[in-house]
């Protein structure tokens, strides 16, 4: 009998300790998972700059340290979605408060309705209208990768016709341009439609901010596995630290400068060359303004 008691007496002091440490061990779960919860509820309620504290070295803290690099980056995503729709509202208001002025003039007899007022009211017409689409590209480019039809092609005949066409443009900014020698045929996967859209916004982006009587010089080579092409534009230069920031949407040296741009057209550049598998990058150039170039890789034999 005294061996049953005390075997009695252990089983139930060993049953005492094992609720006593499970009571522990739920107590220190039941912890972080409330502070997990709580989390969660403040990341649902937009509060992103929410983050837990849990030091712990379990699957807890690891879990804890995922939620709190899905905070930041929540808040990251936010930060970037304001500044998006503040950035595309001030962007819009300036076209369309010119229209309005226009518009008005005309409603009021200030402005007779001559062809040339009709012309004006079009020219920001198509001014809105490309801002817009460049928007809805961008837009685009961040909901689904952008599509491209690809096929081998040679770029420098397709950069040799926009280049041609861009004559009347590089004239009426009083801009002198040249166009280097062919490279060696380089073959590189690409989208027509698309490059096309490319070179355009690069020579429309030297027509636009070098300095009326200076020139742009245009290059193309083919080697180290890469085509490259290199448009180099006289004065004014651009400054390293602005530099490093060309190619972000609604990026500009001078945001006030009366030359006008929007600071889409190098975005949507970037985007198409990193489609494209390619870079861009920019320097100094030689001639005083800014080097960008343009490197796509070439096509597999």
């Known amino acids: ?44 309620q937009a509060h992103y700059a929410t983050r837990l504290t849990l030091t712990r070295r379990d699957e807890l803290g690891d879990l804890a340290q995922a939620f709190n690099h899905l905070a930041a980056r929540l808040q990251q995503t936010e930060q970037v979605r304001r500044h998006w729709v ?9 076209p369309l408060a010119v229209l309005r002025a226009q518009l008005e003039a005309l409603q009021d007899g200030v402005r007779p309705p001559s ?36 096929l081998p092609l040679d770029p420098w005949p397709l950069l040799c016709d926009v280049f041609e066409g861009f004559a009347p443009r590089f004239a009426a900014a009083g801009l002198s341009a040249h166009l280097g020698p062919a490279p060696s045929l380089a073959l ?15 020579l429309e982006n030297s027509a636009r901010y070098t300095t009326r009587g200076g ?26 630290s602005a530099r490093a920031r060309l190619g972000e949407r609604f990026f500009r040296v001078a945001p006030d400068s009366a030359v ?10 970037t985007l198409v060359a990193q489609a494209h598998g390619g870079a861009l990058r920019f320097e100094a150039s030689a001639l005083g303004g800014l080097r960008v170039t343009l490197r796509l890789p070439l096509a597999a034999p």
């Open 1 to 44: 009998l005294a061996q049953q008691h005390n075997l009695l007496l252990l089983l139930a002091l060993g049953l005492t300790l094992s609720a006593l440490a499970a009571a522990l061990v739920a107590m220190s779960v039941r912890r972080p998972v409330r502070h997990l919860v709580q989390g969660a509820q403040q990341l649902e």
């Open 86 to 94: 503040a950035d595309t509202s001030h962007e819009l208001r300036t």
């Open 115 to 150: 062809p040339e007022n009709f012309a004006l009211l079009l020219r920001h017409v198509a001014l809105l209208g490309s801002l817009v689409e460049q928007l809805a590209e961008l837009a685009r480019a961040d909901v689904d990768p952008m599509r491209l039809t690809l």
């Open 188 to 202: 590189v996967q690409g989208d027509a439609q698309r490059l096309r859209q490319l070179f355009i916004n690069l």
């Open 215 to 240: 020139r742009v010089e245009v290059m193309g080579t083919s080697d180290g596995g890469a085509f490259e092409l290199h448009v180099d534009d006289t004065a004014p230069s651009v400054p390293e």
């Open 260 to 269: 006008g741009g929007m600071g889409l057209g190098l975005a949507l550049a």
